[in-house]
């Protein structure tokens, strides 16, 4: 089992930056692809970005050349940075871990991302 929190969502102006963190319970970037989805009102839950095991990232078009997602293997913790945002970007944002080994897919709670323009 494995527990995900997510934090650092909020308000921001167009234009404005945010960084997302997710901190799992246990280590878990060797053996998982984790992921950061998002979801707005009346929408499907979509990709964002991804990081493999092996470091390998990849980026919906909306958002390439604006998010960045990273980790931290000491501190059990990915991020996504995000930058240049846009009101279009407005929606719940989701940290994702699954075990590239058992397909075990966890979720964490979601964090607001506000963007007015």
């Known amino acids: 089992q494995v527990q995900l929190v997510e934090s650092g969502g909020g308000l921001v102006q167009a234009g404005g930056s945010l960084r997302l963190s997710c901190t799992a319970s246990?280590?878990?970037?060797?053996?998982?692809?984790m992921g950061w989805y998002r979801q707005a009102p009346g929408k499907q839950r979509d990709v964002v970005a991804t990081?493999?095991?092996?470091?390998?990232?990849n980026y919906a078009d909306s958002v390439k050349g604006r998010f960045t997602i990273s980790r931290d293997n000491a501190k059990n913790t990915v991020y996504l940075q995000m930058n240049s945002l846009k009101p279009e970007d407005t929606a719940v944002y989701y940290c994702?871990?699954?075990?590239?080994?058992?397909?075990?897919?966890?979720w964490g709670q979601g964090t607001q991302v506000t963007v007015s323009s």
């Open positions: 994702n871990a699954v075990s590239t080994i058992s397909r075990d897919n966890y």
């Open positions: 246990r280590s878990v970037f060797s053996f998982y692809t």
């Open positions: 990081m493999t095991g092996g470091g390998a990232t």
